[in-house]
């Protein structure tokens, strides 16, 4: 039975926004690294470090409309070592910038490869320190090719099935997939009006179908999507549930350099649109009515979030 556990963190804080700013970091995920990884030699050299290390900065800094300050970062699967984790939520921390990406392949004791999604969200206490959650999650579903190449390195692909996690955070509520995790019907439902965006790690070079699932999910679960690719694949972007001319709102491929686009979430307007009924829903002319059976209990949960 798909399942999911709710994290909440710093929800009785008094950093609530109404507006997300999210960051899709745009990097390439070479195959070599990848590979690396798993065979127990991940790529920590001082040239790539370097690398992402200016990236990091570059996000740190950016300011975007009326000042504001990214609140989110999104790397693609399989996109940063294990080893730099700490470091990783030492940033958060001290930038009060979240984090999510997903970490490169880990062989445990038993010989198992790991593909884990982490999130690493900051918080002020109540007594006003800034703190950080870091939450792994194991990859529920490996693609049938990832699957393949790894029993070929004599390697166990983890047949374990971890609970997706509800995140409660700075007044939103997201889930976060992994990959081909996405391309499960039963898994996408699962958060049917609870969220208000959810966001997806790949490294997927089947961007057609994955672009054909992002676009369902988004007016399925009336939603926003974040995807996230490899950047020589493409299609990462943000998806509103919208008319079709208006959908894809932030949409990026290519390029040499590590770099980053922006968007701000208008969490409060999807959310007053929920609201309503039908019969004013479809004069709206930023998004689409929401489906039958929108959990209307998940969007009080979530409206008694914000502010």
């Known amino acids: 039975m798909v399942r999911y556990e709710e994290v909440s963190v710093g929800t009785d804080s008094k950093d609530l926004h109404d507006h997300i700013q999210i960051a899709l970091a745009n990097i390439p995920v070479a195959t070599a690294d990848v590979e690396a990884s798993y065979l127990g030699s991940p790529n920590l050299s001082r040239d790539r470090m370097k690398q992402f ?44 910038i979240g984090v999510i990406c997903g970490l490169e392949h880990y062989v445990d004791f038993d010989g198992q490869a790991l593909n884990e999604v982490l999130a690493i969200l900051p918080y002020q206490s109540s007594a006003g320190h800034w703190s950080c959650v870091p939450v792994r999650r194991l990859k529920r579903f490996y ?40 391309t ?22 089947d961007v057609n179908y994955f672009s054909n699932i992002v676009e369902s999910a988004s007016r399925d679960l009336h939603c926003f999507v974040v995807q996230v690719n490899d950047s020589c694949f ?17 949409w990026i491929k290519g390029g040499d350099n590590l770099t980053f686009l922006t968007m701000s979430l208008n969490l409060k307007a999807l959310r007053t649109h929920q609201r309503k009924g039908y019969g004013l829903q479809k004069e709206s002319k930023d998004f689409k009515p929401t489906p039958p059976n929108f959990s209307k209990a998940g ?9």
């Open 234 to 250: 493409g299609d990462s972007r943000v998806v509103s549930p919208s008319k079709t001319d208006s959908m894809n709102p932030l």
């Open 184 to 205: 499960s019907i039963e898994d996408r439902a699962l958060f049917k009006g609870e969220v208000d965006f959810i966001v997806a790690t790949e490294f997927n070079r």
């Open 53 to 96: 290390a200016s990236l990091l900065n570059e996000i740190s800094q950016f300011r975007g409309g009326a000042n504001r300050r990214i609140d989110l970062v999104v790397f693609p699967e399989v996109s940063v070592p294990h080893a730099w984790e700490s470091m990783l939520t030492t940033w958060a921390r001290r930038h009060r």
């Open 143 to 182: 693609s049938p090719e990832e699957a393949f190449i790894l029993e070929n390195e004599d390697l166990i692909v983890p047949t374990s099935k971890r609970p997706y996690h509800l995140f409660r955070w700075r007044g939103a509520s997201f889930a976060i997939y992994n990959c081909f995790e996405l």
């Open 299 to 307: 969007l009080r949960r979530r409206l008694a979030l914000g502010k």
